[in-house]
């Protein structure tokens, strides 16, 4: 029997002495008086007492999540197939806090955006997208017949392992476990079983039985666990590589031996003393590599969990390996990707070479290769993925993102569209195909939102977090105007009809007229200044010659604009009162009003003189208001807080965007809705394209394409 033969020389091993060794390796100590290899005592998401959270390691391939400002509601209402008035087509860009999130399985690469899967196919870049989990998915694993990704705990909100059909996306099975992030997962070699490793707060190793998708075993980590390889030969081997290297055997009875690998003292030198493991793969031949967190690769003979070559590969992190034949890849926090010739790895005269080398745009935390080794996919921390050929040398960028907050989206009269990112970046996109065009870089503070010209999709303008605008003509890829209107970051920015001018607002409540041919600045907008609110609108009638402001303190003026006599004058000031205390039940601070819902405001393109409005009030509702008559004419009521808001008049419907991440159309006389999840955090915007009839949604630096089907 091979797993008794395995065992065995598990045991033999944790015997040995190794005079080169700090320590003899030995199995896991009991925890709590209990041996960690039993099974749970308790049922797959069920309570467990509370402990105190250690430290965060310090390692980019450890999963270490910004805790999301919001939760997705309970409450929605979905439609279904031919009733749907919004379908997803494309979702922009790849997850950059997830670790191995890529499968190459054929033509259609699988790969995430936070809560969701998609599945492009190669050929002719069509997406299909498998919508389950509820928070960001951290990793994605295949086997044979099954897909697995898996997402983290929130809340009330349990961890969730979701098993699919990957050639009909069809969801087999959700399996719960962990209470907090999962770090990793991976399958067996004849996917029997899964391995799922809970992060650092929980160090649970649970091993997953999948002809009934039940819990087969759990074993607790002594410290955190980074990454995950079984072994290509044997479905009951693995090891775990993290603050320490273990090897394990699932023996016949299920139950689970575990030995440490310990370094000898003359490659602790060379690798210091404080690394840690942060990836790991096995070789054909039954081999393990482990790159460490001082860039050395470590190769491991798992019989003797005994290191038996390293060498310095990387002058940081290595967070990435892959091996196949006698080819090695290597990648992680220097942004380089690293190929290696290995010779005699079964010997003791083994060589290492360094055949090719690539660099990227940021730091690399996912690689998938061919099985010759020459074509492969990477995926890096900015939110892209690359298409590399280590036969041309080449690497292409397939699937581009943002790798930070993205802040406005803004559309122009052709076929372009840009991405205003909290980096300091503004991005031009082309829709067909959808690909980065251009990219306008200011270092040192963030873009904050954008604007394109009416009528000229060859101009946009751009404010930023310094109080600045620049304007940038894409014909000639260069900034053309550079303004400081403002002291403070500006918020808003938005074209008059014909042009000419450009109104800007900033967090302070100051907005600005500006010139757009010359740069100058017409006239001051202080109204709104006196309570020190952010500027959270700014619209131009489409019918009428008049532009609104909306401020956060909800506070809205009206103005009516001759801007050939350079004149504005105000014509209608409006104050929409809010309850004393914010939605979460605290007493109201009027003096900081950014945490409460924004005020949104713009003109109605279908009703002349009419403004639609919603903000923090007494009720959650759409108030349509006429400003000539000063009146209310008519109320509709929402489900959600809306955080964007937008109208798409050729269908009579109002799209906007939630803190309970729906994205929700709903029709512009009677209210009736519909709700939709593409986001795994609070939607921030909401944008109709006319020309392309297309929705936009954005949440942190995801972006979502809606086709419009009503």
Not at 258 to 271: K, W
Not at 475 to 495: E, G, I, N
Request: glycine share 6%; proline share 5%; net charge negative.
């Amino acid at each position: 029997d091979s797993n008794e033969d395995s065992d065995s020389d598990l045991e033999k091993v944790s015997l040995l002495s190794d005079e080169n060794s700090e320590e003899i390796p030995k199995s896991l100590a009991p925890i709590n008086g209990k041996h960690p290899f039993q099974l749970s005592p308790n049922s797959p998401g069920s309570p467990r007492s509370p402990e105190p959270s250690p430290e965060p390691p310090l390692s980019l391939r450890h999963i270490t999540l910004d805790p999301p400002r919001s939760s997705l509601s309970d409450k929605r209402y979905m439609a279904s197939g031919e009733w749907c008035g919004l379908e997803l087509a494309t979702l922009l860009g790849n997850e950059k806090e997830a670790r191995g999130n890529v499968v190459w399985r054929g033509t259609v690469l699988f790969y995430t955006l936070g809560n969701v899967i998609i599945a492009e196919d190669l050929k002719s870049s069509k997406q299909e997208h498998l919508i389950q989990h509820s928070e960001t998915i951290t990793a994605l694993t295949h086997c044979a017949d099954k897909l697995a990704s898996c997402s983290g705990a929130l809340k009330l909100q349990p961890s969730q392992i979701c098993i699919w059909n990957p050639d009909t996306y069809q969801l087999l099975h959700t399996c719960s476990y962990h209470e907090h992030q999962i770090q990793t997962i991976e399958f067996t070699v004849d996917g029997s079983f899964l391995l799922s490793m809970g992060h650092y707060q929980e160090n649970a190793l649970v091993l997953w039985d999948m002809t009934n998708y039940a819990v087969l075993t759990v074993a607790k980590t002594e410290g955190h666990v980074n990454a995950v390889a079984c072994d290509p030969q044997s479905a009951t081997e693995f090891v775990t590589a993290g603050r320490d290297l273990q090897f394990w055997i699932l023996d016949h009875k299920q139950e689970l031996s575990v030995a440490t690998g310990s370094l000898p003292i003359q490659f602790i030198r060379s690798i210091g003393d404080k690394a840690e493991y942060t990836a790991v793969t096995y070789t054909d031949t039954g081999m393990v590599y482990v790159g460490t967190s001082t860039g050395y690769i470590t190769m491991w003979d798992p019989r003797k969990t005994a290191c038996i070559l390293h060498w310095s590969a990387h002058p940081l992190e290595i967070d990435t390996l892959w091996q196949h034949n006698n080819s090695l890849v290597s990648g992680g926090v220097s942004k380089n990707l690293k190929l290696w010739n290995m010779q005699n790895t079964d010997s003791e005269e083994t060589t290492v070479m360094l055949h090719d080398e690539l660099e990227f745009d940021a730091a690399i935390v996912s690689c998938i290769m061919d099985e010759h080794m020459n074509l492969g996919i990477v995926g890096t921390t900015s939110g892209t993925l690359w298409y590399v050929n280590w036969e041309d040398k080449t690497s292409i960028r397939l699937v581009g993102g943002h790798p930070d907050v993205v802040n406005d989206i803004a559309f122009s009269s052709g076929d372009t569209f840009a991405v205003a990112v909290d980096d300091g970046s503004l991005r031009l996109w082309n829709y067909d195909p959808l690909e980065q065009a251009v990219q306008f870089q200011v270092v040192s503070t963030s873009c904050t939102c954008a604007a394109f010209r009416p009528s000229d999709s060859t101009c946009i303008s751009a404010g930023y977090g310094d109080g600045t605008v620049r304007t940038f003509n894409l014909s000639s890829v260069a900034m053309v105007c550079k303004m400081a209107p403002h002291s403070q970051a500006v918020t808003f920015l938005r074209y008059s009809q014909n042009g000419q001018v450009l109104v800007t607002g900033d967090t302070g409540g100051l907005a600005s007229i500006i010139n757009s041919e010359t740069g100058l600045v017409m006239r001051v907008i202080s109204d709104h200044k006196k309570s020190a609110a952010a500027v959270t609108s700014l619209d131009f009638s489409t019918l009428s010659p008049h532009w609104l402001l909306a401020t956060a303190d909800r506070r809205l003026s009206v103005w009516a604009a001759d801007w050939e006599a350079d004149t504005n004058k105000m014509i209608a000031w409006l104050a929409f009162p809010a309850p004393a205390f914010t939605p979460s039940g605290d007493p109201l601070d009027k003096q900081n009003v950014s945490s409460l819902p924004p005020s949104l405001a713009l003109f109605s393109p279908l009703e002349r003189d009419i403004i639609i409005y919603t903000g923090y009030g007494l009720l959650q509702q759409i108030l349509f208001y006429n400003f000539k008559s000063r009146e209310t004419v008519r109320k509709l009521d929402l489900a959600h807080w809306a955080t964007s808001l937008d109208v798409i008049p050729n269908s009579n419907l109002i799209v906007l965007g939630s803190h309970d991440r729906l994205v929700t159309i709903m029709d512009y006389t009677s209210g009736s809705f519909q709700d939709y999840v593409a986001h795994a955090d609070e939607i921030s915007h909401v944008r109709y394209w006319e020309k392309r009839n297309v929705v936009c949604s954005g949440s942190g630096s995801s972006l979502a394409l809606w086709n419009v089907k009503v």
